[in-house]
């Protein structure tokens, strides 16, 4: 059992209010993921989990249990920081035994704890070393392995892999995803690269501005975004979001897009519940497509015509950017099909389009 | 080829004037230093007989042994051996308090900051500017008010208290360099206050441990006016007896015992910055390069 529950939780410096009324809840072996550019409040919640920030309103409970007056070392959790904080005068032995020699636990049972740990981690022959003789990852491996003897029933991770180059990103990605297999113990991890939470998580929370914008799971986030933020923040790149104006047609919805020189685009065929087509009709949207929901139309009359007015080729596929609804929008598209300063007719997915209220921005189902 | 011999014998000339004005500086500084030396080598006679400089036609330790064990110091004969003493006995206590309270005051203003600790940074920064005279009045009330006037650990007392404003900045600003993370980290690994700070903060601060000491101790070792202001008689420092050696004589002016003397007085301090003074400049720059 080590649920995390927090309820309603506020914190304010001052008259600053930094996050309003956060509500989440997770269940055992979970793996949370915040999400959010930096100064959203993320690492603040993950502080306060953690105990090293006070709570301003609401409770957080793990497992059940209200830690919100708890210190830190009482609240049964392990953290890893982004810079790892390794001790730096210890050695990496050292530096794992050292939360077990505070809770004074025999010798004996250290020594079992650091080579379980140290053996999952493959740093056994690293454990002489001090950290400044490590790279980043052998690093990033220790401070895992710091937390991992601890047996908490609670993770932290404060954006533990963002001091990391790039392809020891990707392999550290995959290393901890293989260790929450592996334990089984619930995680909350911090970060703002929206494919970390993508490939980890089994929960992603997206913040903005102290509000969680969408708590779900991360298909269902990339699928399905709450709003205008959170369908431009995942995915990349960010999927497109066209104006439009929405024309009911019998059950389903019809979008209907300006395009710069042509007559205008409809795109037919969507789906929507029968109240939010009345309220909707006739009225100004924002169409949400991502850009792998559009291809080049093979058959019949394409949906869409446009000029590419630039094409990236990346080698799996290429991206086509043109001008639709007066906005900036790109395709991904298989590669070599599509050329700078032509013509080409698009065919789009309308079973992935997503609608947002114009005004609000909040998804219209 | 022409061209990088010629750059090369002006890079060696360029060379050999710098090490020329250095050599020069050196010699310059260096010379009270040879007069000291060769003086109190001398046996006074020769000295009066007018060489000042040149080496010393026969070695004596004579002055040596009269400075350390016999040189009357008002009208006890006891040489400085007994201020000596005193000094290490002042400097000892005073050096490890000043020191492990400016380590604690560091500890607390960077890594558990509390509503108005920068004020109080500001205020103990304020007592770094406070010239020595200032103080000498309430100190002495002070003192006498706690039973310490004209001892060693009333001095002992003044110069730990006077030199907590700058064993704080030195520790203040060497671990606000320190990561944060580092407490954090150790927090959640269940540490305490002082359990962070003995396991965690203390080992990684050598440098600056270093050069908080040898900062303090040549403060309080070659202090004069706290020492002739708060003791007297037999509790005076080496430099308050140093004074009276050399200004209360009687008789032909002793230049050999005086500058054995002095020099006795400046062993100490010149010992400390040999065998620490390259933690001196290491501590001084660290936190410019991370490690």
Redesign the interface.
Known sequence: MSTLEIDRVRKAYGQLEVLKEVSISIGTGDFLVLLGPSGCGKSTLLNMIAGLETITGGEIRIAGKTVNDLSPKDRDIAMVFQSYALYPTMTVRQNIEFGMKIRRIAPADRDKAVKTASDLLQITHLLDRKPSQLSGGQRQRVAMGRAIVREPKLFLFDEPLSNLDAKLRVDMRTEIKRLHARLGTTIVYVTHDQIEAMTLATRVAVMKDGVVQQLDEPQAVYDRPANVYVARFVGSPAMNIVPAVLEAEGTTATVVIDVARRPAARIGGISLSPEALRRHAGRKVLVGIRPENFSIATEGTPTLTVDFDVVEPTGPDTLAVFQLGGVEVTARLPPRQAHAGKEAGLAVDTSKIVLFDSETETRID | MTDVLSRSGKVRLGRLVVYGCLFVVALVYLMPLWVMVVTSLKPLDEIYGGSFIGLPKAITLDAWRAAWSEACIGTECTGLKPYFVNSLLMVIPAVALSTGIGAINGYILTKWKFPGANFVFGLLLFGCFLPYQAILIPMARTLGLLGLAGSIPGLVAVHASYGICFTTLFFRNYFVSL?D??T????????GFF?IFW??IL??SIPIIVVSCIWQFTQIWNDFLFGVSFTSGSSSPITVALNNIVNVTTGRKQYNVDMAAAMIAAIPTLVVYIVAGRYFVRGLTAGAVK?
């Open positions: 990561p993370e580092l954090k980290a150790a927090m959640v690994d269940g540490a359990r396991s965690v080992p990684t490690g």
